[in-house]
């Protein structure tokens, strides 16, 4: 006799609604409940669990996708991108979608495959964006690309992947928890000054010497940094005590408080996973990988990667052999108040001719 299948319980959790992500139960089953996932978007949130896309009609005008055609997504996230790119293939061609995230890429490829993409149209493969040349060569030309730059919100917003300094987690921010050194590592390598030039550089963080400092000093008294919370709490108290911010309001503190964990966090994500490193290779071997009429988007999320697209897409452009976009192009007012992770965003595009 077979065994009775358990019921699975739904996680517990305290007052009227979960709070938690892994307690967000009806967020992480999209397809089942679908009412809850819109009201969470029409109220300007991001489901748990899940990654809304931005620009995607933009996107979609720019590549100007056509049926048979051959195309790149060089980061696959939850694949937002990528199923609207499918649909108008029109069951015509192939899409390849490259993600370095080896939890992520298992789930994105089966969630694809429900969505009726086989994989005679498509091909999620785990390896960084920066080696499109190897891509390329194996499966290439493409006729069009796509480079969403931005970390996925399943990534920021899950509290064991250590983004956010908003929930607590083990400081790790890597894309590639299974390689690397996590943030928390990294931290224990690099001295004073190290420290202060990643913060200003990756960050422009206005109080980086002051929290290096800060840094510095914990480490020389054995004091632990290997959680979000440990380093929010840190930049906190370094803030708190400036001089320009003492006499500010408890919410001009508080709002002085966030922005500084945020630029300090983005700092040593753009450190450990090595992020203009990346781009810079990436942008450097694009042009071999575009087909003669290719397209190729890419969507920026702070003013370091974009310098860079802009540089790199300015010199394509002077050859005489490329076009592209004059001027930026950003989300509209509605798709920043549905998701307000889209207010930085920066679309680029350049055409092969």
């Known amino acids: 006799m077979e065994e009775q299948q358990k019921h699975k319980r739904r996680p517990h959790y305290s007052g009227k609604y979960p709070k938690k992500f892994n307690e967000k139960y009806k967020e992480h089953d999209p397809e089942k409940y679908a009412d809850t996932i819109e009201k969470v978007i029409s109220k300007g949130s991001t489901p748990a669990g899940m990654h809304i896309p931005i620009m995607v009609d933009e996107i ?20 937002g991108h990528t199923s609207k790119m499918l649909e108008k293939l029109e069951g015509q061609g192939h899409l390849y979608a490259l993600d370095v995230d080896p939890i992520e890429i298992v789930k994105t490829r089966a969630r694809i495959a429900e969505r009726g993409f086989g994989e005679e149209l498509f091909t999620a493969i785990q390896t960084n964006f920066r080696n499109i040349d190897e891509v390329a060569a194996k499966y290439g030309p493409f006729d069009f690309l796509l480079a969403d730059l931005g970390v996925s919100s399943m990534q920021i917003d899950d509290p064991s992947r250590g983004f956010s300094y908003k929930t607590d987690g083990p400081l790790d921010l890597r894309l590639d928890p299974e390689h690397g050194e996590s943030a928390a590592e990294r931290i224990l390598k690099l001295d004073a000054d190290e420290l202060a030039g990643m913060f200003i550089e990756n960050s422009d963080e206005p109080y980086a010497v002051e929290i290096a400092d800060k840094i510095a000093f914990y480490k020389k008294r054995g004091r632990s940094l290997d959680t979000t919370t440990a380093l929010r709490e840190l930049i ?44 810079y290779e990436f942008l450097e071997k694009l042009p071999g990988v575009l087909a003669p009429g290719g397209r190729a988007a890419i969507l920026t999320f702070h003013s370091g990667e974009d310098r860079l697209v802009k540089k790199a897409f300015k010199q394509l452009t002077s050859t005489g052999e490329y076009e592209s976009n004059k001027d930026v192009i950003r989300p509209t007012p509605e798709e920043n108040f549905r998701n307000p992770r889209a207010h930085s965003t920066k679309l680029r595009w350049v055409r092969k001719l």
């Open 236 to 279: 906190e108290g370094v803030i708190v005590m400036q001089k320009d911010i003492r006499g500010l309001s408890d919410k001009e503190k508080k709002d002085a408080v966030k922005k500084s964990c945020a630029r300090v966090f983005q700092a040593l994500r753009i450190d450990v996973n090595s992020e203009f490193e990346v781009l």
């Open 60 to 79: 979609l005008e720019v590549l100007d996708i056509k049926p048979g055609e051959k195309g790149l997504d060089c980061t696959l996230g939850y694949g």
